[in-house]
C-alpha cells in the first residue's frame, strides 16, 4: 500500500527565509508524486508533481521539490519565503489510477 | 477559466435529513471524485467516477452514502441519513483520466450535521 508522510504538521519561517516542507513516501513501485496548497477556505491547487521525468520538479510560485530514491523522499522548498505564502501544503502519491493518498499536511506561517 | 464548481457552499442541517452536495466537473474531464477532508483524518477520497461509472467507492459508508453522475456535467454525493460525524468539507476534483493526469479541486461544501 502506498502511503505518504509529512513531517512537521506546522512549519513557521521568518520572510525571506528558506522554507522547506518535507514528505517521505511508501510504494511498492515506481511513483508520481504531488504536491498541493490550500489557502483558507478554498479547494487544493497543485504546486508541481513528479512523474518519472526529471528529479528536480519546478511548480508555480517559485516552489521546486526533488525526488530522491535513496531517501524515499519528495521534500518542497522555496528559497525565499513570502506573506502569500502562508497555507496548507499536501504531499500525495499516486500509482497511476490516479487515486491519491495525501498526506496529512503541513501548515506554513510566515512571519513578519 | 475553467473550474470545478460546487453547490452549496455551506450547509448547515439537522441530524437525520437528507444531504444532497453538487458538483460541475471542468467541461471535457472524464474523471471525477468526491473527497472528504477534517481534522482527525485528514483527506480521504470516498468515491470516483471515469466516463460517469462509478470506479471506486471503497471510501464510502453504504448505509449512508451514494455517489452518482447523472450526467457528464454533473456529479453528486449524497448523505441519508445525516449524522453530526458526517460534518466535514467536501471537495469535488476532475481530471482527464491519465494516471499523471492533474487534479482539479472546487472550493469544497462545508457540511455541518448537528
Known amino acids: 500500500a502506498q502511503s505518504v508522510t509529512q513531517l512537521g504538521s506546522h512549519v513557521s519561517v521568518s520572510e525571506g527565509a528558506l522554507v522547506l516542507l518535507r514528505c517521505n513516501y511508501s510504494s511498492s513501485v515506481p511513483p508520481y508524486l504531488f504536491w498541493y496548497v490550500q489557502y483558507p477556505n478554498q479547494g487544493l491547487q497543485l504546486l508541481l508533481k513528479y512523474t518519472s521525468a526529471a528529479t528536480l520538479v519546478k511548480g508555480i510560485n517559485g516552489f521546486e521539490a526533488e525526488f530522491k530514491k535513496s531517501e524515499t523522499s519528495f521534500h518542497l522548498t522555496k528559497p525565499s519565503a513570502h506573506m502569500s505564502d502562508a497555507a496548507e501544503y499536501f504531499c500525495a502519491v499516486s500509482r497511476g489510477a490516479q487515486k491519491l493518498v495525501f498526506g496529512q499536511g503541513t501548515r506554513l506561517t510566515i512571519n513578519p | 477559466d475553467a473550474r470545478v464548481t460546487q453547490t452549496p457552499r455551506h450547509k448547515v442541517t439537522e441530524m437525520g435529513q437528507e444531504v444532497t452536495m453538487r458538483c460541475q466537473p471542468i467541461l471535457g474531464h472524464n474523471t471525477v471524485f468526491w473527497y472528504r477532508q477534517t481534522m482527525m483524518q485528514g483527506l480521504e477520497l470516498l468515491a470516483y467516477?471515469?466516463?460517469?461509472?462509478?470506479?471506486?467507492d471503497s471510501g464510502m459508508p453504504k448505509d449512508r452514502f451514494s455517489a452518482e453522475m447523472p450526467d457528464a456535467t454533473l456529479a453528486t454525493l449524497k448523505i441519508q441519513p445525516s449524522e453530526p460525524r458526517d460534518s466535514a468539507v467536501y471537495f469535488c476534483?476532475?481530471?482527464?483520466?491519465?494516471?499523471?493526469?492533474?487534479?482539479?479541486f472546487g472550493p469544497g461544501t462545508r457540511l455541518t450535521v448537528l
Open positions: 476534483a476532475s481530471g482527464s483520466g491519465t494516471g499523471t493526469d492533474t487534479q482539479y
Open positions: 467516477f471515469r466516463n460517469r461509472a462509478p470506479l471506486d
